[in-house]
């Protein structure tokens, strides 16, 4: 009557076996669909921020003249519209999940002195906090991804001159 | 039976192999779900490593090819726009560096639209206005995590590569503008031997501005251009068209005359050897969409027009998207001869760049435009070097 005993014992180590491999099993699949999911998600961010960037190198870009280098409100609005939705204005689809526009940063940069300290001489657009969420973890990215474009745009002054607005 | 549950028993280590089998087949799913973690892992940073070094190839060889000059300056100025990019890779965490960066200098071989045809060197040599084109290629090396489990090399190097020319700009925005300014001389041809310009430039210097709207009362030279008035005595000349008929030969409504500026759009076709039927239209209708055109250009420079006392004319360095630099036809003016019986005779196209701003003010202020070069409309010619119509643009 030793069979029965062995019987038992079988089926408790495919239980172990079972146990052990769904455990290594769920890890690596989470893992790939994790490490997956959050490059798919970044890619679709340095997309983004690329067209952002090529768009705010050629927008107008108008200020006071004045020897400081703002970045205009409606510039940074429609260049963080173009990073997350594609369009210069607000869409329905983002290119990433819950990414806002705030979430983009852009910043005009100058160079010059006096007045011409105004004119914008390149653009740095980035998304300054994002949180990549895998459902089993998430990932946050901080100012990146990060692309700097020379300003190639039109650039006017409410100050006049050669190039008032 | 007890023989026989003996020879059960002893069949039992055949079972017990089967234990063995689950954790084979495991180890071989195992084996699999590396490869498609290194799928994921190691594919994904390719990835995003080939869209980081494409953005940066693209931005480099934009970069580099506005700031080609002709000159040795341009190259060196070409080289540091590309080094001087703060765009990085993997993740945005490495520096393009000069090991994995190259910058090469295309010579076209032909006159290409695209560059394709183009000789490329990393130490181009004089003459540097046979460079037209500019090749970025960035070899960042990926390190690889999984993927070297199945024979793979521990790095990958992901290539990107982008090309920007100085493209000759046949057509700019499709047609051509509704304005024709005289020739000073037809372009020598094999009719025309004698009094013509064997340059191709309808007698004008690069660089120098002339007229594209006389007005009514030329006053002598005075109210004239400065190319007009300067260089070429025939332009002091009996208006014999009246009203607005001086210069513009399109649709007269308000409305078209806005089509026909702003978008060069044509509503017959235009030939060498047509006469222009000059039309009516509102200078300041005019004016207006002329203003409206050259607000779109993102380069809003006021060059200054070069003196013909100084030849030869050198261009202005514009740079912009074409709203500017326009193609018009030039014209035999009212003057006659044995080539050109007839007066307004299309002698050919050329470009112009538009100043910022036009207006009606004092009645016979005449409208001026900087000229560019022969265009190569309808025809062959303008490799980098040579008058002509221009654009930087990716080609690659």
Known sequence: MRTPVKRKSRRGSAMVEFALCATVLTTAFTGVFRFGYEMYVYNELVSGVREGARYASLAGVSNAGDGTCPTPSAYATAVQNMVVYGTTSTGTTTIAPNLTPSQVSVTVACAGTGNAASVPTSVTVKVSSYAIDAVVASWTVTNKPVMTIPYFGKYCSTNGGLNAC | M???????????????????????????????????????????RIYIVKSEGQAYADLGAITAA??????????????????????????????????????????????????????????????????????????????????????????????????????????????????????????????????CDSTGNYGMLIGEEYGFRWPGNLNGQGNACEGDRVSWPAYNFSDTVSGSTRGYFELQAASAIGDAILGAIQTQPLSVGDVLNMTNGSKQAEANALNLRTSYDIDQTNYVAVTPSTPPGVAPGYYGNNMREVVMPVNSGPFTSAAYPTPYTVLGFASFLLYTNYTTGGGNQPWCAIYMGSSTAGGTGGVFGVAGAFVVRLTQ
């Not at chain 2, 500019?134 to 090399?153: C, L, Q, Y």
């Open chain 2, 2 to 44: 007890k023989a026989l549950e003996a020879k059960l028993i002893r069949r039992l280590p055949a079972k017990k192999g089967q234990r063995g089998f689950t954790l084979a087949v495991t180890a071989a799913g195992l084996f699999m779900l590396v490869g498609m973690l290194g799928l994921a892992v190691d594919v994904g």
């Open chain 2, 66 to 195: 506005r700031a080609l000059d002709g000159k040795s300056t341009g190259i060196t100025a070409a080289r540091t726009a590309v080094s001087n990019s703060t765009n990085k890779w993997l993740f945005g965490t490495k520096s393009f560096t000069d090991g994995i960066r190259t910058v090469e200098f295309g010579t076209k071989t032909s006159n290409s639209l695209t560059c394709s045809g183009a000789t490329y060197t990393a130490s181009p040599s004089s003459p540097y206005t046979n460079y037209g084109c500019v090749r970025v290629t960035v070899t960042p090396a990926v390190d690889m995590s999984f993927m070297p489990i199945f024979g793979t090399s521990y790095t990958q190097t992901v290539t990107s590569q982008a090309v920007a020319g100085v493209i000759p700009e046949s057509f700019p925005l499709g047609g051509y503008m509704p304005f024709t300014p005289f020739a000073h001389m037809p372009n020598c041809s094999l009719t025309v031997t004698t009094g």
